[in-house]
């Protein structure tokens, strides 16, 4: 299956990926980063799957979202008839639950299932028996409990089923997990929960202030980074999934089922520019409390509930996505420096006042006690917003982001919002800049660098004039971003930068054009003036999406395929933004 095959459902606690081919082959339980129940993904069905499809495998779906929903319809079209399968995750209750009702459409369909719950990212065969009627599934902490309208069968620890559904037949299948020691899990009715979930989503999006162009596309992916949202406490994950390949074979494989500052800020700002103030809100209060403390300590990612310790360590029995090992759990990124994270929160609290939110005076002593440590550090080399796992670096990007929080501290200031020495952060803004002019920008080339004295660039930069580091007409933004599409573009889209130059890592293989990035230039184009290039741009890459309007991180031209993890709030928060801008320009005309 390409990635692009797969569809997302989610409670806004963990999330699953539903194939076209009807299969769920990922699926963490109870909690984004808890261990896979199903890891098919990253293996063969042996690793866990919940397959519900035509039993003849030979009928095409269609698949659509609901209206505004996460309710994924998939319908099969057969020579004995057409059938319907609804998947859903309904709003969390006592235990998550994965719900997938059977519609007969017309005429007679033969269908089978088949039930492998492997926990513990594949490795574990539980123990499975029947239990007042319903298939229980147990091993240590974990139990899994099957509601199915049909008689089940077992064959090797898979339960299995074929059953026909004739027109207007309604079957329903819920999975319940429940922590093993509990009593059983209470039985969900899957028709009201249908309607939750349907009043959930629809709900959330009636409240969207994106009216712009596009506006289907945008709503979508709200849509989607609202399922990437830890409920409880408003932390946001990069994407559902760890380890698909940058490069499919490759080793470049992450885990990404954590909240990193830097994606869940840019997630943030989509979110405010579209009217969730609440969303913000939550998030600012993840923030306080995972950042608090020491501002020596602060790490540029955390776990949805705010825990700092992250290790990584590769799940070897799994043979990867399409063979690319390793497949990683945890994430050493964790420990490392990114300066850019700073400017990355204190802008977005910026934006958030900008909104009208986040007044209170402690949150404001917190920025304050931020900048005071970047003051002190804003020199340091540093790992770089793409996490570089080589030396540290002085990553242009990570000083422009310095500039960044200096400049929204002292606009804070100017604004009369709260207080601060003012003069002397003028005079730091002031030195960032010029170090940043002197030693980051190339005459020669006319363009800034990835890092001081760097032959190599960096997609990044195309964020200098968004960022109100120089303004648009400045010869230094045009010149960079001839340079970047000189450089950095494959096929129209482009690299975050070119691994190899400047031996930035020791990893083998290189990845696809990150689709951020080319967002970003798309965002770069419509603020020089060149609406018509943006737009194209733009749209091209709307064409990307799935055909339920998904985008992983990264797209290889040359595969014709997406690749990295997926769905990526990366690429749905640029999707936002550059529909926005796009929108913007229209109105300026
Ligand atoms: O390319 C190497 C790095 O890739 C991952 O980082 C990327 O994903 C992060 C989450 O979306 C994002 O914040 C970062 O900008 C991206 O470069 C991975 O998490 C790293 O461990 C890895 O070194």
Redesign the pocket.
Known sequence: MRIEDYALIGDMHTAALVGRDGSIDWLCLPRFDSAACFAALLDEPRAGRWLLAPADGQARPRRRYRDDTLILETTWDSPGGCVRVLDFMPPRGQAPDVVRIVEGVRGRVELRTELALRFDYGSIVPWTRHDGGRLAAIAGPDSAWLDAPVPLAEENGTTTARFAVSEGDRLPFVLTWHQSWLPRPAKVDPFDALDDTERLWTGWLRACAYQGEYAQAVRRSLLTLKALTYGPTGGVV??PTTSLP?CVGGP?N???RYS?L??AAFTLRALLTSGYDDEATAWRDWLLRAVAGDPADLQ??YTVDGTRRIPEWRADWLRGYEDSRPVRVG???SDQVQLDVYGEVLDCLYQGRQAGLFHDAAAWDLQRDLLDYLEGHWRDPDHG?????GPPRHFVHSKVLAWVAVDRMIRTVEQQVHTGPTDRWKALREEIHREVCERGYDPERNTFTQFYGSRGLDAALLLIPRLGFLHPSDERVAGTVEAVRQELARDGLVL?HRHDLDNL?ELAGG?GTFLACSFWLADALALLGRGDEARELFERLLDLRNDVGLLA?EYDTVLGRQVG?FP???SHVAVVNTASALAAVAVRG
């Open positions: 990069a994407a940058e470049r992450w885990d990404y990193w830097r994606d540029i990612m994430n050493a990124a917003l793409w996490e570089v796992r975050r890592d990845e991180e993890n990526q709030a990366y």
